[in-house]
């Protein structure tokens, strides 16, 4: 899956790469925003979403007078929260279980866009995107009860557990790639916009989940 990936963004980018050196910049600059990310899967039953931010600098290289080329890169931090429970009898005893974890991920990722000019101030824009692992974290935390009967009398104790741990880049898939796209609101210095990313690589290697996530973006250009 790894050498498939690199393979599949390294194809997208050599397709634009002609078009790119026969053009000059016509912009640049810097981009941030807000991100709410999940993932989707067959493990991604119990999965929440949270909010995240995206930052980094971007690039436009003319093709012609309405479709422009616009890699960028991006620092990205996202992740989900996974909260469970369970309910079940053990010897008698009446186990309530609930476990909740926060799992944190830091990217470093490098969309390639095409983007085309609806009017001077509205952009349409798609294209791959590939992402590597650069650290993340996982803090979890659980509750235990247990109810049982005892001569006739009903008891009740509790045990609650938490830590965190790095999450280690061996378990992950990276790089990973996806697709984005969005829209623009586009004015002589600043963009408002919003996009969707769509990870084809799962998150975990033993697990089947990918993510899934909305931005809220703001340029600036330099």
Known sequence: MKKQSIILFLLMVLIFTPFINAQTIIDKGIRG???LSDVTGDDAEHAESIMGYSIGGFVTFSLNQQFTIR??????AKGFDFNHSVLTTISD????IHYNTENRF????????GVYSLNPSINIFAGPYMEIFLN???KYSSTTKFEYDLNGTTYTDSEIDSGSDDIKSDDINSPGYGVT??????TSQ?????????????????FDFQFSTIQFMFGISL
């Open 33 to 35: 925003g807000l991100c």
């Open 71 to 76: 890699p960028e890169v991006m620092f990205s």
């Open 93 to 96: 005893v009446l186990v309530d």
């Open 106 to 113: 830091n990217y470093l990722e490098i969309p390639v866009l």
């Open 136 to 138: 993340g974290s996982e």
């Open 181 to 186: 796209v969005g829209a623009e609101y586009v």
């Open 190 to 206: 600043f963009s408002f916009g919003l996009r969707y990313s769509k990870a084809f690589t799962e998150v975990y290697k033993d």
